[in-house]
Each structure stands twice: as C-alpha cells, then as structure tokens.
C-alpha cells in the first residue's frame, strides 16, 4: 500500500511557474514507477508525465515536454511535477499516482493501483 499526497497547487498567471510535490507513505516507494495526471472540467483525466523507479527514465505528454520536468528524491519519499511557462489550457486538478514496478511508467490511468486527493493548479491569461 501507498498512501499519496499533493501539494503545491494555486493560481498562477499565464506564464508563471508552479512546483507540485507528491509526498509518499507506506511500502516500498522507491519500487514504484510514478505518474502524474490532471483532469479539467467535464473532460477525461491525462496523462502529463511519468518517471520510473529510479528516476533514470521520464516520458511526457506532448502539450508538456519541454515545459515540464518530473523528478524524485526516494530518500524523502517525494515526487516533483516542475511546471513551467503555464497556460491557461494547463489549468486543471492535478493528481499523482503509483504502481509498483521496475519497468518504464505507464501512460494509462488504469495501470496505476494507488492516487492522490489532487491538488487544483489554475493559471490566469
């Protein structure tokens, strides 16, 4: 079991940045291939981006790469979601997500076992 949660998250204006920190508890995190996910209103919930167990590999959403960075510090038992030149179309509840695996993580939602409350990022035009 991992228990998940988001921080992080606020308005911002378009432009701006964001930091978002998923802080882990329970077993074994540093076994777990991590993701991150955001849902806006009335559309279906995304993938952003993705970032193995040992944070040698990361994959992203096209509508972010190049804007976004994920990173991991396993000794806190915590995943970033760095969140660069912002647009408006960004604005969404961002969740992270977990499942435990050695391999590359996942892009569909349904392959992660463990989510996070999500935290609500909002950027202004």
């Known amino acids: 079991q991992v228990q998940l949660v988001e921080s992080g998250g606020g308005l911002v204006q378009a432009g701006g940045s964001l930091r978002l920190s998923c802080a882990a508890s329970g077993r074994a995190f540093s076994t777990c291939a991590m993701g991150w996910f955001r849902q806006a209103p009335g559309k279906e919930r995304q993938f952003v981006g993705g970032?193995?167990?040992?944070?040698?590999?990361?994959y992203y959403a096209d509508s972010v790469k190049g804007r976004f960075t994920i990173s991991r510090d396993n000794a806190k038992n915590t995943v970033y979601l760095e969140m660069n030149s912002l647009k408006p179309e960004d604005t969404a509840v961002y969740f992270c997500a977990a499942t435990y695996s050695l391999g590359a993580p996942s892009v569909a939602a349904p392959n992660y076992n463990y989510w996070g409350q999500g935290t609500q990022v909002t950027v202004s035009s």
């Open positions: 970032i193995s167990w040992s944070g040698g590999f990361t």
